[in-house]
């Protein structure tokens, strides 16, 4: 029989100290409500550290793993000192005590992006194509024996200066592309506003590594999977189902639907672009 429980922002938690970041949601709003809350319980409580009163300095990290529910219950922590007796009234959660811990649902937007080669690159030099004058052509280190040969419509958006030895951010994994007689063999990520009037390049962040694979999410989120050849990619059309979701936030950090983008070095941001998109 499930049972209903009213909890405080208390209840948000992180585990040993660290944020539960995959199972967030169905282990902390269920399972571990039951065990840690519930009156029956309390008396074999584990190692358990409130969020509420870590959140205040961890918001940032926290706010892609909440909903609106949530969020207001970090919100209410952050205004009372260490936010353990911060009520959050009228709301109800439905569990059942003896619920196994569930297998989250794996965003699938998260899980076709995971599919994608996504990499640091670092521009070795650059020049304007001789046969377009709206495209560079960019010798790209990848972390490969060779650099890759990347052509980029930014003529009129970058100036070629801010192009050499740029930490650039490379889809990888995309069928080379002949451009006025110039095979490019992937394409550099940029952020620009709904017009396309401004177009900045994504950024890696310093330390970053030539070839290190991006991946979206906390820094316990990194990539498991390998990534699908560029075959796969273009019969699945795989970038088409998750360039929509590719987005800058109000910070400039890039992310794909509310997942950062990151490198073991920090995230992926632009230079000024707020909430803009991603391609």
């Not at 609106?68 to 439905?94: K, Y």
Request: hydrophobic letters at 35%.
């Amino acid at each position: 029989m499930a049972a209903t429980a009213s909890f405080s922002a208390a209840a948000i938690l992180v585990r040993n100290g660290k944020p539960l970041s995959r199972s967030f949601n169905t282990y902390c709003f269920k399972r571990t409500i039951s065990n840690y809350f519930s009156s029956s319980s309390s008396s074999s409580t584990r190692n358990v550290k409130p969020l509420s009163a870590i959140v205040h300095s961890s918001s940032s990290l926290f706010a892609p793993l909440l909903n609106s529910t949530q969020r207001r219950f970090c919100r209410a922590a952050e205004t009372t000192a260490g936010g353990i007796n911060t009520a959050a009234e009228g709301v109800t959660l439905d569990f059942s005590p003896a619920e196994e811990e569930e297998k989250e649902e794996e965003d699938p937007i998260r899980k076709s992006a995971a599919l994608l080669d996504i990499r640091v690159g670092k521009i070795l030099k650059a020049w304007v194509h001789p046969e377009a004058d709206s495209l560079y052509i960019e010798e790209v280190d990848c972390g490969e024996p060779e650099p890759r040969t990347i052509c980029s419509g930014l003529v009129k958006f970058v100036p070629l200066d801010q192009l050499q030895d740029a930490q650039v951010i490379v889809l990888a994994n995309l069928k080379p592309r002949n451009m006025c007689g110039v095979k490019s063999n992937g394409m550099l990520l940029c952020a620009s506003d709904a017009s396309h009037e401004n177009v900045e390049l994504l950024q890696a962040p310093e330390g970053s590594v030539p070839g290190e694979r991006i991946w979206f999410g906390t820094e316990d989120d990194k990539n498991s999977s390998e990534p699908a050849s560029p075959n796969q990619i273009q019969k699945k059309k795989i970038w088409e189902s998750v360039k929509p979701h590719m987005k800058t936030d109000s910070n400039c950090v890039a992310v794909v639907g509310v997942h950062p983008m990151r490198t073991s070095a920090g995230l992926v941001v632009c230079k000024s672009l707020r909430d803009g998109n991603v391609s």
